[in-house]
């Protein structure tokens, strides 16, 4: 029987991007290894500057459609429509592709695509990762997902995943919570692939898009809602997970990523010394106005150290860090001294700050990021003895 895919494209306000990856993407459709049919769809957010409008105009060889959102509903809204779709229109897999990208190659979606028809639930890619473009993945998604869930899942927050129809299935038998309806939505899909059926498969070459999440408002560079909605989601699935025992073995990613040739990461970099001035000063404010009361002793005496001695603005060191993890996954939502996820998040931007003090001058630095995930793992059983404290 032939196989039949959705291509998902969920957007806000892509207008300038969406022509290229809808055209790529049924470039790639058109030279399929294998028989298979398609409809490529776009949930759009009610976008105004005209995303849907110039998504029909694109001329395609795959049928085209547009759902439609409500006005800024969030990623996770675009996300849940197209699972619907997937799941009415009979379809035997989906696969997501963010419509904000320079462009799609043909092998990307071969890949992904063949893995589905392989038999995977959930495929995911692996590319060359860049020292300046997956902050939230390095020192968020994947360390909390492999202490908690055990496996090596390095691109957790991709936009291109590829989901079987079981996999369709699974997502929308699963509660989502507010968060999910936005960029909580990645954590919500890893968290669901990483209780089986996912794998992983290399692609090059690396995204050509925007690196950084960071934006400016009145402090300097912040995350906002990108932040708060994927720690919310972090909280929420790994505390499902803390219900159950801690995982044996820490499962090793199907695939490896493809080497980064660009070099030594630079000494200096302006988002850096942006982000060093900020997260000072809201750190040193922090301990002023006591702020740090809701962390636990041990974490309020590292910091605190680290002001008073002034190494504050080479940034948190991941233990440091680690231990803010450990502590906000583990306090339950709703208590009175919960964490303000403003603090957590500059807590956040300071490890950012502090893994480029780590990795300045090196080429090997996606080492790091490996032995910070391998390190949270080893440390999986302090998360679940502190979400037992609570």
């Known amino acids: 029987m032939l196989a039949r895919f959705a291509m998902g494209l969920p957007s806000f306000n892509e207008a300038d991007t969406i022509a290229t990856v809808t055209a790529d993407v049924d470039a790639a459709l058109q030279s399929l290894p294998f028989d ?15 995303t849907a409008e110039t998504f029909l105009r694109v001329p395609t060889a795959a049928p085209k459609q547009v759902i439609t959102t409500p006005y800024r509903a969030g990623k996770g809204a675009n996300v849940r429509a197209l699972l619907e779709f997937a799941r009415e229109d009979d379809c035997d897999g989906l696969l997501l592709v963010d419509s904000d990208l320079a462009e799609v190659p043909t092998t990307w979606i071969h890949a992904l695509l063949g893995e589905i028809r392989g038999g995977a639930e959930f495929c995911y890619p692996l590319r060359a990762a860049t020292w300046n473009g997956g902050d939230l993945t390095y020192h968020l998604a994947y360390p909390i997902l492999a202490g908690a869930f055990g496996i090596d899942l390095r691109e957790p927050l991709c936009g291109e995943v590829a989901i079987s129809r079981r996999g369709v299935d699974r997502l929308l038998h699963t509660a989502w919570h507010p968060e999910d309806s936005g960029f909580g939505v990645d954590l919500l899909m890893a968290s669901v692939a990483a209780r089986g059926g996912w794998t992983a498969v290399q692609l090059h070459p690396r995204r050509r898009n925007k690196l950084r999440s960071f934006s400016p408002d009145a402090d300097g560079l912040r995350m906002g809602a990108k932040f708060a909605e994927s720690a919310a989601a972090a909280r929420h699935r790994v505390g499902d997970r803390l219900a159950e025992p801690p995982p044996a073995a820490l499962v090793p990613s199907p695939a490896d990523a493809p080497p980064d040739t ?12 942006q982000l060093s001035a900020g997260t000072t000063r809201w750190l040193r404010d922090s301990v002023r106005d006591d702020s740090l009361a809701a962390l636990p002793a041990h974490v309020r005496d590292g910091l605190a150290a680290l002001i008073r001695c002034g190494d504050i603005a080479a940034g948190l060191p991941w233990p440091l860090w680690r231990d803010c993890l450990i502590a906000w996954i583990s306090e339950q939502p709703s208590a009175s001294a919960d964490t303000p996820v403003s603090l957590l998040e500059t807590l956040f931007l300071a490890r950012v700050v502090g893994h480029h003090t780590e990795i300045a001058g090196r ?26 404290a609570t």
């Not at 995930?373 to 440390?379: L, N, P, S, V």
Request: charged share 25%; hydrophobic share 40%.
């Open 363 to 388: 080429t090997d630095w996606y080492a790091t990021v490996r032995a910070q995930a391998r390190d949270m793992f080893d440390h999986r059983h302090g998360l679940w003895n502190a979400f037992r």
């Open 262 to 273: 660009r070099g030594l990461v630079p000494l200096r970099d302006p988002d850096i010394e």
């Open 36 to 50: 298979a049919s398609a409809v490529v769809v776009n949930a759009d957010n009610s976008s105004p500057d005209g």
